[in-house]
């Protein structure tokens, strides 16, 4: 970070993180001294508990770390996304997750839901994992409300246009990868 801070000053960043290490204040405060000005850091939740994130995550305690980092990054005002990654192992809580961030992190930069894309993991486990894009959406559908009711920006990624509603087409990002 402190090399793209002094060699790319202007340059943006969107770092992908779990953020679980920066819910640890010591390590918060090293990333704070040396994160570039034009950075946003992306963080997802997997569920609105910890049981449902921590089983998804396989990480025991990282629900409670995720949230301790979007505390920390929203206390020092770094631009922030939380990123929904819409599963079959999450497509029942994505309302109770929008519902958490309401109430939570209200001055959230954004919140981006995911389509999942068949590579890496997802692959491996498909079957348990993957559903189609219009069910996620449809899945979706009231946390977006929610979420947009409430002030927050939202966003869909991953999604093919034609696999959600019209309406929503505004939202929607091209980022399908080829």
């Not at 090293?30 to 508990?49: E, L, Q």
């Not at 991953?158 to 980022?175: G, L, T, V």
């Amino acid at each position: 970070l402190n090399a793209v801070k002094n060699e790319l000053p202007d340059t943006k960043i969107l770092l992908l993180t779990n953020g679980r290490t920066l819910g640890d204040r010591g390590f918060f405060e090293k990333f704070m001294s040396s994160k570039p000005d034009n950075i946003r850091v992306a963080i997802p939740i997997h569920g609105s508990t910890p049981e449902k994130h921590d089983y998804i995550t396989q990480s025991e305690g990282g629900f409670k770390q995720t949230l301790r980092a979007i505390v920390n990054l929203l206390r020092e005002k770094v631009e922030l996304e939380i990123r929904i990654v819409v599963s079959k192992l999450n497509c029942e809580d994505v309302f109770q997750i929008a519902k958490l961030i309401v109430s939570m992190f209200p001055t959230v930069s954004v919140v981006n839901f995911v389509g999942l894309e068949m590579r890496g993991n997802c692959v491996v486990n498909a079957d348990k994992v993957l559903i189609s894009y219009q069910e996620a959406f449809e899945k979706s559908k009231d946390a977006i409300r929610l979420l947009i009711h409430h002030g927050i920006d939202v966003g869909l990624y991953n999604f093919p246009y034609c696999m959600i509603d019209r309406k929503y087409w505004p939202i929607a990002q091209k980022s399908i990868s080829a």
